[in-house]
């Protein structure tokens, strides 16, 4: 990775693409390998000419204990798609959503509660996003304010992860980060039966029974919260 300054700040870049980062007024830019601008963090400067008050990349600090959340504010461009999150009944392109990042037993399909949130997410402009903490996290992606994404992190650090590229660079760069998962059973890639309940033995038995009488292909069925 090289080193450079630039007007006003200081800048990294490799075969990958680019980053700046300026200090008057404080902001960061990341850049692909043509020199395209992917995204940056929004200033207070930056939402002046709008009726809708905008956070800005900052952090909260409360009196009561003097704690600190921290609230990544990145720019969002015109007819972006973003990724990711986990696993979520809502709209697969989150743009326009608002998703809260805590695991919940959502109880259905129904419902926008996430039983694996996941705190990632990549962007169709050629990046992706590791947000990394434990704590609760709110994502708006463009919900409140269209040209705007706020990581609300539950945190006193925003420790983030940037990844460029393709999308299937970008998550082997992340799995490469976090540990790539073993590959599952030859079984686990088949048909599943699944429902929230069953009440008996018998009744599973049966319904097996059923699949193959009727020629319904299932290499497996779950027992999902079985009562007896």
Known sequence: MDLFKNRGGHGYSNEHGRVEILSKPWRVKLYDNKGKMLTSTLHSSDVTNTYTPVLPFSYVRRNSDYSRSMAAVLSLEPGEKIFGLGESFTQFNKRG????????????????????????????????IFMHTSSPITVDFGKYFNAANNMMIGDDVADLFFFLGEPKDVLDEYTNLISKAEMPPLWSFGFWMSRITYFSEKEGREIASNLRKYKIPSDVIHFDLQLV
């Not at 509660?113 to 997410?121: A, E, G, I, N």
């Open 97 to 128: 959503q608002k998703v809260i990042l805590w695991v919940d037993d959502a109880n259905g399909v129904q419902n926008e509660t996430m039983y694996k949130p996941v705190p990632f997410y990549m962007s169709s402009r050629g990046y992706g």
